[in-house]
């Protein structure tokens, strides 16, 4: 059965983080509470880890993750071209609820699905999942739910869609169910606003001054979400999270002008340097643990349709290799 480690307090949250980046190293899936729903995550350059998350959601490659990041220093890492309007977008909404969608460092040795050379990025606004994004790196997450079925708000009804196909479960208890994130296309010389979630279009205006913000049809946006909008985001308020629109942007973008990008995007690197510099990896990261001894919690085997409530286990101490300088909330 698939250790729950109960992350609510910060007295056993170490243990829990070092379980669940042992685990996502080692190309496992990791389900993780963030500032709206749960989520589910893998390493996004492990390839079984990404095939893996796409599979317990039962979604195909035309849908692929988003990427959950520590902070917005994460991104010249991870994209190229990114615009001086996406810049001041990430400084105003990050931690928040905003996906923007780069093109990605053609050099990184990754594979989300089919991206067509793009990639969203978010940094989400919960004090566990940046701890575990400090410690683990970048995390391609989708909400922990199959695909079609309502999101899980809590870990036991994540542990009822994948059962034992999760490595570790962290529970930080009942999540607030806010709205998605908004989704902004930034691969083109103005923003396209995928999506709308919890940042609003007059929120986005108010830093974009005189830059349009433009629909799917390159019309300027309204204030006032057309029908099929509306029904869009009640679909999305039940259904998905930050990461099942950014597909819509997964079309090439040739047509775009590159002038408007930054041009002091980061140069290529190595997937090891680009991961060491854009997350800082305290010694010991990688160390064996018995991620069973600490868990508070074991997810049924059964997955869908297991038997609640789940059984605490009593709690016995277990030698951790230290993490000296890791950063802290």
Known sequence: MSPVFDVSTSGDRAAAIE????????????VLPTDTVYGVGADPFNPDGVAGLLAAKGRGREKPPAVLVPSAETVDGLAMNVPSYARRLMERFWPGGLTLIFRAQPSLMWDLGDTNGTVGLRVPDDEIALELLRSSGPMAVSSANRTGEETARTVT???FAFGPSVEVYLDGGERSGALASTIIDCTKADP??????????EQLREVLGPIDLLDSTGAPV????????EAAAEADASTSDESDATHAAQSPTDSRDESAADESAAAPATRAERRTRAVPVAPGAGADVDRSSDATQAMPAGGV?????????????AELPGRPGRPTD
């Open 305 to 317: 349709g297991a038997e609640p409530p789940f059984e605490r286990e009593p709690v016995r101490s």
């Open 222 to 229: 309204s204030e006032t979400p057309r029908a099929d909008e």
């Open 192 to 201: 396209v606003l995928l999506r709308r979630g919890g940042i609003t279009p």
């Open 157 to 159: 009804e994540a542990g």
């Open 19 to 30: 379980a669940a980046t042992v685990a996502i190293g080692e190309g496992k899936l990791v």
